[in-house]
């Protein structure tokens, strides 16, 4: 596997370049998910939105690029490789279950470099990273076991979970990202000087609304929660829903940004 050290544009996948963008929208993946989740998602969207998805290393189009196995040096490598795109527009993160939290550290880390911060943060499937996590560790569980807790999560369809030759090249990266979740450790700091919309789903187990809720305590901006029908990848399941909301938050955002020339 290459080392960690990648040039910018393999941290960004299936980006639709868009030359009438005021604001760009980074989309960071769930454990053992690709820039892929996010594909078409500029379509609903406002227009002058640009989507990026971001690609993380150990997937999609970035198998032989070793995984990170905690969320610190995962954070410090994404600071340093998307800071390009971070010039010349102004952005906001959006992310799901890992990927909120991937956000989420994100933004404070722009913060302690004295860099500019996304103007919005968008956090779904995922619980305030104050609240404590009372679930078991599971990245380190024989694979038989690991199998089944990944079946339970029900983000992984079953056709793939039982084709043995793609679950060899899954395996190592959902182990990876599960260590990033459960290795994480939060810290306190200042609440963010921007405003948070989280979305969580009435059926996930994972997450309560309350969990969710608590994202309310790292803003001193606007707070919204949407509770959304479905389960933990309500994301999927309830695409449109999802992407209507995100994009009444995103005209707000956009309302703040002057108008190109």
Not at 73 to 91: S, T
Not at 183 to 208: N, W
């Amino acid at each position: 596997m290459k080392p960690h050290h990648q040039p910018s544009e393999r941290w960004l996948a299936y980006r639709e370049v868009n030359p009438r963008a005021r604001v760009r929208m980074f989309c960071f993946p769930y454990a053992g998910g690709g820039a892929s989740a996010y594909r078409g998602w500029a379509g609903p969207l406002p227009s002058d939105v640009e989507v990026c998805p971001v690609q993380l290393p150990g997937r999609e189009g970035r198998l032989r690029d070793a995984p990170f196995e905690h969320p610190e040096p995962l954070v410090q490598a994404m600071a340093d490789a998307l800071q390009p795109y971070f010039q010349g527009l102004p952005f906001v993160f959006f992310g799901h279950s890992m990927g909120a939290m991937l956000g989420f550290e994100l933004a404070r880390e722009l913060r302690r470099r004295g860099q500019a911060l996304p103007l919005h943060l968008f956090v779904s499937g995922r619980r305030a990273p104050q609240v404590p996590d009372d679930e078991e560790p599971i990245h380190e569980l024989p694979e038989a076991e690991f199998i089944e807790k990944i079946r339970e999560l029900n983000g992984t369809p079953e056709e793939v979970l039982q084709h043995t030759e793609l679950m060899k090249l899954l395996i190592p990266v959902l182990r990876a990202d599960f260590s990033v979740n459960e290795t994480y450790v939060y810290r306190e700091e200042e609440p963010l000087d921007i405003g948070i919309s989280c979305f969580g789903g009435l059926g996930d187990k994972e997450v309560t609304r309350d969990e969710a809720a608590a994202w309310k305590e790292h803003t001193r901006g606007r707070f919204r929660l949407r509770m959304l029908p479905g389960d933990h990848f309500f994301i999927h399941g309830n695409r449109d829903m999802v992407l209507e909301a995100l994009a009444r938050d995103l005209m707000e955002v956009l309302a703040q940004v002057p108008q190109r020339a």
